[in-house]
Structures are given as C-alpha cells and as structure tokens.
C-alpha cells in the first residue's frame, strides 16, 4: 500500500516550453502534496505544499508563477515548469500524505522526474 | 524551526560490518524522526520512522534506530551491510500537525565487498 506514481520519469524540452508533471496516490486520498527539487548530491529542498481544493503553499524563494500547482482531486496534484530555462534542470520529487489511518503522519514519495531543459 | 544535522557525506563500510548512520535534530516540540532511503534516479523509500511509543525503531531490510531524546538522536545502524545496502540516506523531522519535513544533507554509503 501507499503508492505515489510519478510521471513522467524523464523529461527533456527546449528553454521555453512548459512541462507538466503529475503525482498520483494510487491507493490512498491525499489532501496535501508536497512537492521538492534535489540539486545533484544535495538533500531535498521544499519547493511548495499543495491543498485540494485550494492555493498551493509555496516557500520562501520559489516563484508561484514559475512553478503552478494544481491539485484537483484528493489523488492528483500536478506541478507545470512554465517557460523552462536550463537552470530549472533538476530532479523533481513529489510526496503524499495519507488523509487517514496510521500513516497519515507519513510522506510516500514518487519515484522523481528528471527534467533536463536544452 | 526543525532542523536535521547528518555528519559525513560520505560513508564507506565493509560488506558484513556495521552500519551507523548518524542524526541529531532540533525541534522546539515533540518530533516525528524519519529515515529515508534513495537509490540513483528514484524517489525516496521510507526505512523506519518514530511518532510515539517505542523507542527503538525496527525497518525494512533490517535497519533499526533509536530514539535518544536526551541526545536529541535518532542514529540508525544494520548490524551487518549488504551490497545491496549501498545508497543515498536521510533523516527527516516534522512534528505532529507539521506536514512539513525537514531533511538532512544524506550519507552516500558505499559498501567495500
């Protein structure tokens, strides 16, 4: 159980295009998303907290227009890299946190997206 | 503010010896303490975590740690490493209510056969 599938693996696009990348609970509803970037060698960086149903959470230093989230259901929220440039290359991790039962303290975690911007 | 120190980037162990991963956090309430696991180009796989209760902390593939809050840690060992074992780990903190988490740098463990 607690499965996040995260797609796609890999992406590479052109400096300028937009990328989407989806984060799925399989088999749980998640209210709340996390969503990180993980520079090579270096640990997680909270990038924002997504809500169904309402405006996503961002930290301090990420750009809400530059990075939209949008969670439309309690098992899918999705993270759109507008207008990519080679510095927004990097790995992007997604998290989910179980609305209920023992692991709702827990974070289940897709498997990552590389993004590789030319 | 919750925040996670883990010392040394870079552990090498023998295959057969112990492993100790160090963690100490700082965290103003109680906390939830977490170890990850990441191998190349993958997400994050949940090893072990303490919320309440027990304090020494029993995972997957034979991994344990133990909760020390007088020393504010959270250490996790294997009695005896595998090949397989060689990845990339972090110690996480939140606290009840905080969906955030707080990550340590991670130890690259690497394991000589």
């Known amino acids: 159980g607690a499965v996040v599938s995260q797609h796609p693996s890999r992406v590479i696009c052109k400096s300028g295009t937009s990328v989407k990348i989806e984060c799925r609970s399989l088999?749980?509803?998640?209210?709340?998303m996390f969503w990180y970037r993980q520079f090579p060698k270096q640990s997680l960086m909270l990038m924002a907290t997504?809500?169904?149903?309402?405006?996503?959470?961002?930290e301090q230093g990420v750009e809400k227009d530059k990075f939209l989230i949008n969670h439309a259901s309690l098992t899918l929220s999705t993270l759109t890299v507008t207008s990519a440039h080679p510095e927004d290359s990097s790995f992007y991790i997604c998290?989910?946190?179980?609305?209920?039962?023992?692991?709702?303290?827990?974070?289940?975690f897709g498997a990552g997206t590389r993004l590789s911007v030319l | 503010a919750q925040s996670v120190t883990q010392l040394g980037s870079h552990v090498s162990v023998s295959e057969g010896a112990l492993v100790l991963l160090r963690c100490n956090y700082s965290?103003?309430?109680?906390?939830?303490l977490f170890w990850y696991v990441q191998y190349p180009n993958q997400g994050l796989q949940l090893l072990l975590k303490?919320?309440?209760?027990?304090?020494l902390v029993k995972g997957i593939n034979g991994f344990e740690a133990e909760f020390k809050k007088s020393e504010t840690s959270f250490h996790l060992t294997k009695p005896s490493a595998h090949m397989s074992d060689a990845a990339e780990y972090f110690c996480?903190?939140?606290?009840?209510?905080?969906?955030?988490?707080?990550f340590g740098k991670g130890n690259q463990v690497v394991v000589i056969p």
């Open positions: 997504s809500n169904e149903g309402s405006k996503a959470t961002y």
């Open positions: 088999d749980f509803q998640a209210t709340t």
């Open positions: 998290s989910a946190r179980p609305d209920r039962g023992v692991s709702k303290n827990i974070q289940y």
């Open positions: 965290s103003s309430v109680p906390p939830y």
């Open positions: 996480a903190v939140s606290s009840y209510g905080n969906n955030r988490l707080a």
């Open positions: 303490y919320t309440t209760g027990a304090t």
